[in-house]
């Protein structure tokens, strides 16, 4: 490159900020090469804790920070679903109790006999809304469940599943709202987020918008442009109707989605979080392991329960994608087979990806800025999330 300027920029770009813990200098060459080897103008951030303790705290691109607030989508629902689980093992929510129990309205349409266990596994059929949501609906989760109390859904519940994208968030909720009389944000925001000082939020505050990084849209290659377009679903398609796309006047630019303060300040519970990698992160490792001194929010029991498997297979709202989900998270190891078989978390649509691994003690964040093709998890997180967690086996003493 003949413009030496240009040059260093460009090298900078590539450069991670922030810190490892001994033994985990080689997460920090992974990060590296991952900035190195995306299209100009990414940048992201990236997180670990062990036992309950900070190992990884890197961040690196342009215009971002450790400190950094952006769009974590799906991710949001790990917030929201701890919230449940807390709730379960506290003796509030029974699983297997019928939906209807806790909200009346909810048992018509062929939903009579949908259980909290069903909702929470994305087997209740009910991905979305015949003619879709307004805007105004899609931000608030209380308008959403309005509308899908009555709604029928899509397949008999319990026969399938297929992932509840924008709205599994409200469907809980509304359980937790009816049960405790607060929302699930309060919820998270009481017993989560502000007991354990976590940098995630479902409902980001005005005076943290000095932080916040909008979400830049997906920058696909040519080739990525035409594969995308060859597998595209229809707006009436399962997929059209569970990403909102099915809504004649405003389908939902899921890529924007959180761009708009409406959604964020509100903390829709489906996609509507913001986060850093470091929130991320940290609000696994409270879920598994003490942190600065305050108990693990889940026992070992109850963490092993939401890991386990009750969905998995083809998921019939994204097209036979093959999926595997626990109560509420993801079974992240099928997708990671080096973690362990009781590993949890949830991904998000631009890239990012958080869960615990509780075999080894480790809690993991990973946040970007620029939407990732082709949407999910971002290609990088396996190489990343490996690298963690080999370094983690190799300082644990034996």
């Not at 807390?86 to 909200?103: A, F, I, K, N, P």
């Not at 190891?333 to 991904?347: C, I, M, Q, T």
Request: aromatic residues 8%.
């Amino acid at each position: 490159m003949s413009d030496n300027g240009n040059a260093h920029v460009a090298h900078n770009a590539h450069v991670a900020q922030g810190t490892v813990a001994e033994g985990f200098e080689p997460v920090r060459e992974a990060f590296e090469a991952t900035l190195a080897e995306e299209r100009a103008g990414h940048s992201a951030q990236l997180a670990a804790y062990v036992d309950g303790k900070q190992v990884v705290d890197l961040w690196g691109g342009p215009g971002i920070t450790g400190d950094s607030l952006t769009g974590v989508f799906s991710s949001s629902k790990g917030a929201a679903h701890l919230v449940v689980a807390l709730l379960v093992q506290d003796g509030t929510l029974d699983l297997d109790e019928e939906v209807r129990h806790y909200w009346p309205e909810f048992g018509s349409a062929g939903k009579e006999h949908v259980t909290l266990r069903d909702l929470l596994t994305h087997r209740a059929g009910l991905v979305g809304a015949d003619g879709g949501f307004t805007p105004k609906e899609l931000a608030d989760d209380r308008l959403i469940a309005e509308r899908l109390a009555g709604q029928r859904p899509y397949w008999r519940p319990g026969t399938a599943f297929g992932y509840h994208a924008l709205v599994i968030g409200a469907l809980t909720g509304e359980v937790v709202r009816r049960v405790t009389g607060q929302t699930l944000q309060e919820v998270y925001e009481e017993r989560i987020r502000a007991p354990y000082g976590l940098d995630f939020y479902l409902g980001l505050p005005e005076e943290q918008e000095h932080r916040w990084l909008s979400t830049q849209p997906m920058d696909p290659t040519p080739e990525q442009k035409r594969e995308k377009a060859l597998g595209a679903a229809g707006p009436e398609s399962l997929w059209g109707i569970a990403f909102n796309v099915n809504h004649p006047e405003h389908p939902t630019d899921l890529e924007s989605f959180p761009n708009s303060r409406e959604v964020r300040a509100g903390g829709q519970a489906s996609a509507g979080g913001v986060a850093s990698a470091r929130g991320l992160a940290r609000m696994y490792a409270a879920a598994i392991s003490e942190v600065d001194g305050k108990a693990p929010l889940l026992t070992a029991e109850t963490a092993a329960r939401v890991a386990e498997v009750h969905s998995f297979g083809p998921d019939l709202a994204l097209s036979g994608v093959i999926h595997a989900f626990g109560l509420g998270f993801a079974a992240t190891a099928v997708d990671y087979p080096f973690l362990g078989a009781r590993s949890f978390g949830h991904s998000g649509a631009a890239g990012s990806q958080a869960f615990a691994d509780p075999s080894v003690g480790l809690a993991f964040g990973y946040n970007r800025r620029r939407f990732a093709f082709p949407g999910g998890a971002a290609p990088e997180v396996g190489v990343l999330a490996k690298t963690v967690r080999d370094c983690v086996v190799r300082v644990t003493p034996a």
